[in-house]
């Protein structure tokens, strides 16, 4: 052993003196100073705490095991203090994760952690000052490096889970590139036994294959003999509880290495020798768990190679190889001088392995900022493999042959001598040079040297020997700072110069070759083929794509409707939802052997599957049909009936005929007036469900393809619709689909049978066979059964139009898949269903054109008290408020339009058209609130918004929407809301335009409110009538102040500039009402623009020369100063109005009277009237409607009295459209000398003052009482005097002599008694003349009038008594008469808050 230790010692020197033979001289002692000798002298730079520093640049030197980095440090350490003339120390890192996080700012460095980074000088230097805790290498007087070459602490530090969260961009810490050699991790083999296998066999241990074969075991020891001698694992076993150990044993496993009970590792040609490994296996040492050699262990494994690999742990690994104590093969990294004096041998491997990452220069920040040329050199250092293996082989040899005690000054000797010898590549370093290091070239631009950007590589210029940067050539890359080209791998290209990297190769595209210029394209293979992936790299990757299936004739056929291609080679299959009928006359080579159709009935039915495949159960075309004895279930499938299937059309068979009977009675009741309100909302909510109910069976009908939980909803409502199908009658018998669509037709057709059998048997059993008398309700009942069910109806008759388009071009009826439509292609039973879907669809239209006529109809039939054609069709619009009853039109149109919308082509479409209906119809009814009972228009407004929601979430079920459609829809719209706002832009103008042409209001109404006032009101509804039928007043209003008037500024602006006509109702009093000569003095002063009609009452005086000379005495005018208007003014006016000629109003007003009035007012108009009635049959209708012959109720008022007059009359024309429900209660005003007939049932008495001293009055009292009618009293006046004890007595005393002439005998008694009894019902204000009594308030008050009349519950009056009393009466009035005005009343009515309000203000 002391011989061989001697000889290693000789061979050491040999080796020695023959590598510094190469270098310049260079004694110990003139090392230090290795290329110049000059000052140097300290940086000066800012510190984290903002103080400037001047201190030498400390460059960190590992300690005593890593020997590269130390010999770089020197290499660098000489340059910038001889080169730069920077001072330079040297401080030996022990400990490099202290010094990085010292370097990086880090709070707490001292204990290895870093809590915290700081950025600020004021906190560093509070922190230095405190506890040394501050980061900054310039701070201590125990100096931290500026500088370090380092793999792994800066990487570490960024990964550790405790410093994740810290930003570590904001460090003074930086990374200045790499040192530039790379660390490869290698199998060696002692040089000796290389050379003796060489020269004995010729047999080469450098090569991965020698180790495949048994060759080369003989030139080693065996496994065997190793155990033998001593040589075992650190770690014994194959697992561990060290979790550092454990992971490198799992990278042995994974890569298929077999562990022996002794710790060796075999890889898989070694354990594949069985129990001969321990002879046959070729032993490898390797250093420590803890360093773990993927790579190689892998090109170990998959190479074939025979080794036994045994981990002997760092000192043991040492001993053996540094001795040569055992011939094995050994692991070791190529940039370290541990075993470089021995000179091994690298087995070269099949494929290179990856190289550790090269070390980085880890910089304390300020010191690259406080020198450019320190920055430009440590940036410029990179030190190649091949020069760091020459300094490590002379410091190996110098530590082998053990000549330096001080490592430091070996390793300065050694760094020395190698920048002597090397001065062109030092001469790129340095800042001031253009020799630059590879990957860069100096740019003459900058007079630096650059680093060559992407698409060019640094190449040296023979003729320069400068590094320039040149293009990449085609079919290669170059990275940035490369320094040769690198060919494309395959599956990619680069089909021009300079590109930084290389392209994929894209579907339908390849590269099986490296550095490709261009791909390949697989449809040359395969005609419309593709690879399924980029950057393919074979022909065998070339396929038929997604959405296209293979045929042997064509190739990549494009994937049609109803198919299912998942590309590959394949055959298609069927799509869920569409059936793939087989065409066995076919082959495949043949283009049509297939015909693919839409399940449109439900998708589930038609699965995923191969072509013809049916769900289970299922058969026939689309899978429409169940097989016999099977029944259709929700999921799609079929299968048997269950033992209650059957009763579910049992249960209809009984409910149905029930249902009918029920509705008959509940409507065989003439007097619907008098049901309370809670069972006319009971109605209407009814029948709201109803359609609701099926409007989402015509909803389940369409083309949406429905998922559960919602899709078994709707088929479960489509029994409303007439989907028999639900019930399971297959589970009873087979139908066709032409009988199951006659059978749904003939639902309704039963339904009304049915419902003539039941009208039958009642009329027989109930009302004594009197059919003629019953008529109405028969009628009213099977318009309320066809109203009822009319969507069920109509869409029951339109299945067969129906007609799906299938992929194939081919059309069936959507609900019967198996039949084709068309009168070409359909064949006799589609024929048969078209025409009686025909037939049904027509006597639908004709049933809602008979409504819409009888609609039309409903105004002139009230005129005529046809009281047998409003109890016939109160089905139509009993439900509806009398001034909308036409409404009942949109819900018979919208349902009607509803039960069509699946006829429409696609889902979208439908679904577009059912959303458009609901949309218009909730906004009818927000505008209008038709419904009669309040609570059922917001009902009405909730469920059709639910609907509407409902609409829009099925959206979502729409897979294939017709986007172009819907593009279009969408453009029309916004077109439309452009044009809208348009055109009411342009009516806006137009009518600003055309306001000095058409003023707003025809005629202007000048009354006095107290004289006037009342009758003010009716000619308003008299002239309104006239001017809607006028094309020339059609679309302008009459002016009364209480309704138009909302500020008294304007009232002179109304007549002077916004009437044609002012009507002077000339009163008793009106030429001393100040306002009134406002408005005629502005009327005065537009003439003749402006119209004036004067209207002269019975006790009207024409005003004489005094009175007008002396108006100012008569009447304060000075209201009208501020106005401009003066005393003259007004003089003036009165005598040009007293000649003006008028109409004269006559002392006893009749509605013909007024009628003649309204008639001549509006003058000319006339001959315009679009129905082309003439003023004579306007008076004829008047003179009917105002008859009281034959009436059950009238309005009784004082006839000498014009306002009283005006009111009855005013309430007879309000009240009127009210009584719709029930015509016989429309009011008629009894005419002066006309008596109370026997079939009046109610009289209305308007009570005004003075009207119980008029005969007519009174004597329409007695005649009341003797018939017993129900009375109703309305105060017609504000300050009507309510008849109290004084009054009483003073009647007693005044009436026989008042009234005796006129023919009233009565006693005053019997007088008295009845005037009491009258006020014994509550009594109503009506009073039109009051200013506060807007068009508004009266509606409120006529439907509180109607109300009562539809009670029949008022208190009649009692027959007068042969003493002139009744039995226990009192004949004086201890309490004045109730009023209705409470809260309770106004809810009672169904009033709004609004209008509550303006009764309570008004009482």
């Known amino acids: 052993m002391a011989s061989r230790r001697l000889a290693q010692i000789i061979s050491s020197f040999i080796s020695l003196a023959s590598c510094w033979a190469s270098f310049p001289n260079c004694t110990f002692e003139s090392c230090p100073v290795c290329l110049s000798d000059g000052e140097q002298k300290p940086l000066v730079m800012d510190g984290p705490d903002g103080q400037a520093y001047a201190a030498p640049f400390r460059i960190g030197r590992a300690a005593e095991y890593w020997d590269s980095q130390s010999i770089i440090a020197n290499v660098l350490g000489i340059l910038v203090s001889e080169k730069l003339g920077i001072a330079v120390q040297y401080v030996p890192a022990a400990d490099e994760t202290v010094a990085v996080l010292a370097m990086s700012n880090c709070e707490n460095w001292m204990s290895g952690e870093c809590e915290h980074i700081i950025t600020d000088s004021i906190s560093a230097k509070a922190a230095a000052e405190a506890n040394n805790s501050a980061s900054g290498s310039k701070l201590f007087e125990d100096p931290l490096p500026d500088m370090m070459f380092h793999s792994e602490v800066l990487g570490w530090a960024e990964r550790e889970s405790e410093y994740a969260s810290l930003d570590w961009t904001k460090t003074y810490l930086t990374r200045v590139g790499t040192a530039g050699f790379l660390s490869n991790d290698r199998l060696y083999a002692f040089r000796e036994m290389a050379e003796e296998a060489w020269n004995s066999e010729e047999v080469v241990l450098d090569y991965w294959r020698t180790y495949t074969t048994p060759t080369a075991s003989s030139y080693f020891e065996t496994p065997r003999q190793l155990m033998a001698a001593g040589v075992a694992a650190e770690v014994l076993g194959c697992t561990s509880s060290d979790a550092l150990v454990q992971a490198g044993m799992d990278v042995h496993t994974e890569l298929g290495y077999t562990c022996t009970q002794e710790s060796w590792w075999l890889t898989p040609a070694c354990a594949a020798l069985g129990n001969n490994w321990t002879d046959e296996c070729i032993p490898v040492l390797d250093d420590d768990w803890g360093y773990v050699k993927a790579d190689l262990y892998k090109e170990m494994a998959r190479s074939g190679m025979r080794l036994a690999k045994l981990t002997v742990g760092y000192d043991l690994h040492y001993e053996l190889i540094f001795n040569f104590q055992h011939r094995t093969l050994f692991h070791w990294w190529d940039t370290d001088t541990m075993f470089l004096g021995r000179r091994p041998v690298i087995v070269n491997m099949p494929a290179s392995l990856a190289s550790a990452e090269p070390p980085s220069k880890v910089v304390y920040a300020p010191v690259l900022a406080a020198s450019e040329q320190l920055k430009v050199l440590v940036s410029n250092l990179l030190i190649p493999n091949d020069k760091l293996d020459q300094m490590l082989q002379h410091a190996a040899t110098a530590i082998d042959a053990e000549l330096f005690d001080d490592n430091p000054q070996m390793f300065q000797k050694v760094a020395c001598d190698w920048l002597r010898a090397n001065p062109e590549l030092v001469a790129s370093w340095l800042p001031d040079s253009r020799a630059c290091p590879p990957g860069q070239a100096y740019d003459e631009s900058t007079s630096q040297c650059a680093i060559c950007p992407t698409g060019t590589y640094s190449a040296r210029n023979e003729s320069t020997l400068l590094r320039e940067c040149v293009l990449c050539p085609p079919g290669s890359f170059c990275l940035e700072g490369g320094t040769s080209p690198v060919l494309c791998p395959k599956g990619s290209y680069a089909n021009a110069s300079g590109q930084g990297e290389c392209m994929r190769c894209l579907p339908p595209s390849y590269a099986d070759a490296l550095g490709s210029i261009d791909c390949k394209s697989c449809q040359l293979i395969i005609p419309g083929g593709t690879t399924l992936f980029a950057a393919a790299t074979s022909e065998d990757d070339c396929t038929c794509p997604e959405q296209t299936y293979y045929r042997q004739d064509s190739g990549c056929t494009p994937c049609t409707e109803g198919l299912s291609c998942w590309g590959g080679l394949g055959s298609p299959k069927q799509a869920k939802g569409y059936y793939g009928k087989l065409l066995p006359e076919y082959g495949m080579d043949n283009q049509e052997w297939f015909q693919m159709f839409k399940c449109h009935a439900d998708a589930r039915r038609c699965p995923n599957a191969q072509l013809g495949v049916c769900s289970e159960g299922r058969e026939g075309l689309a899978c429409t049909n169940c097989k016999d004895g099977l029944t259709s279930h929700d999921d799609g499938t079929c299968a048997e009936c269950a033992g209650n299937d059957p009763a579910f059309f049992a249960l209809a068979c009984l409910g149905v005929p029930a249902a009918v009977v029920g509705l008959y009675l509940l409507l065989d009741n003439d007097l619907v007036a008098k049901q309370p309100h809670t069972v006319l909302l009971v109605g209407i909510i009814g029948s709201m469900i109803m359609g609701v109910l099926q409007q989402l069976g015509t909803i389940a009908s369409t083309s949406i393809e429905w998922v559960d939980p919602v899709s078994s909803m709707l088929d479960m409502l489509m029994v409303f619709s007439f989907e028999i199908e639900v019930l399971r009658v297959g589970c009873i018998a087979s139908f066709s689909p032409l009988l199951l669509y006659v059978g749904k037709l003939c639902m309704a057709l039963m339904m009304l049978g049915f419902m003539l059998l039941v009208h039958v048997a009642v009329v027989l059993l109930r009302h004594r066979g009197r059919f003629r008398d019953r008529a109405p309700t028969l009628i009213r009942s099977i318009g309320t059964l066809l109203l009822v069910f009319q969507i069920a109806i109509a869409g029951a008759s339109i299945p067969p139009f129906e007609c799906s388009t299938h992929p194939n071009r081919f059309t069936t009826v959507a609900r019967y898949p198996t039949i084709l439509c068309g009168w070409e292609d359909g064949g006799q039973e589609w024929q048969a269903m078209a025409m009686i879907g025909m037939f049904s669809t027509l006597l639908v239209c004709a049933w809602v054109a008979g409504c819409l006529a009888v609609i039309y109809q409903l105004p002139r039939q009230i005129e005529k008290n046809n009281e047998f054609y409003m109890r016939s069709f109160t089905f139509l619009f009993m439900r509806f408020k009398p001034d909308v009853y036409w409404f009942t039109v949109v819900p018979i149109c919208r349902n009607l339009l509803v039960s069509l919308a699946p006829t429409l082509p696609d889902a979208t479409s439908q679904l577009l058209c059912l959303q458009g209906l609901q949309l218009l119809y909730v906004i009818g009814v927000a505008h209008y609130s038709p419904w009669r009972v309040r609570l059922g228009n917001y009902l009405d407004c909730v469920v059709t918004m639910a609907l509407l929601a409902f609409l829009s979430c099925a959206s979502f079920f729409v897979e294939t929407a017709s986007t172009r459609a819907v593009a279009w829809l969408c453009s029309i719209l916004v077109v439309f809301m452009f044009f809208l706002n348009a055109t009411i832009l342009g009516v806006a103008g137009f009518k600003l335009w055309s306001h000095k042409y058409k003023k707003p209001f025809s005629f202007f109404l000048c009354h006095h409110k107290a004289g006037a006032g009342a009758f003010a009101r009716l000619l308003k509804i008299y002239l309104t009538e006239l001017c809607s039928k006028s094309l020339r007043y059609r679309h302008q209003k009459v002016f009364v102040d209480s309704d138009d008037l909302k500020n008294l500024e304007f009232l002179f602006d109304y007549v002077g500039s916004q009437s044609e006509h002012i009507v002077v109702l000339m009163s008793e009093e009106l030429l001393l009402r100040p306002w009134c000569m406002g408005e005629l003095v502005t009327a005065h002063l537009h003439q003749p623009g402006l119209k004036m009609v004067p209207v002269r009452w019975p006790d009207f005086s024409r ?92 309005v009784i008022a004082d006839t000498s009295n014009t306002e009283s007059v005006s009111t009855a009359l005013v309430l007879c024309k309000m009240v009127s459209p009210l009584t719709t429900q029930d015509p016989s209660l429309t009011p008629r005003y009894l005419e002066k000398d006309e008596d109370v007939a026997e079939s009046v049932k109610t009289c209305i008495f308007i009570l005004s003052n003075g009207a119980f001293f008029e005969a007519s009055f009174v004597k329409s009292i007695i005649q009341a009482a003797r018939i017993e009618t129900m009375v109703l009293p309305i105060i017609a006046q504000d300050g009507f005097r309510f008849p109290g004890k004084e009054f009483l007595e003073d009647y007693k005393q005044r009436a026989s002599s008042m009234l005796a002439p006129h023919g009233i005998l009565e006693p005053p008694e019997i007088l008295v008694q009845l005037i009491s009894s009258l006020f014994k019902e509550i009594a109503i204000v009506f009073s039109p003349q009051d200013y506060s009594s807007t068009e508004e308030l009266l509606k409120v008050k006529s439907r509180a009038v109607n109300d009562r009349l539809m009670m029949r519950q008022m208190t009649r009056l009692s027959p007068i008594t042969l003493h002139g009393k009744e039995e226990g009466a009192s004949d004086e009035m201890t309490e004045p008469p109730v009023i209705e005005k409470d809260e ?20």
């Open 1384 to 1403: 309770d009343a106004n809810a009672e009515l169904c009033l709004t808050p609004d209008e509550s309000e303006l009764v309570t203000e008004l009482f």
């Open 1103 to 1194: 005003p004489d020369d005094e009175f007008i000379s002396n108006y100012s005495s008569h009447v304060d005018c000075s209201c009208l100063l501020p106005h401009n208007i003066t005393i003259q003014m007004v003089q003036s006016m009165l005598g040009w109005l007293r000649d003006l000629p008028g109409l004269s109003l006559p002392a006893l007003l009749t509605g013909d009277a007024l009628q003649h009035i309204s008639s001549d007012i509006v003058g000319g108009s006339y001959a315009r009237i679009q129905d082309a009635k003439g003023s004579a049959d306007i008076l004829e209708a008047d003179s009917k409607r105002n008859n009281a012959s034959g009436a059950a109720v009238v």
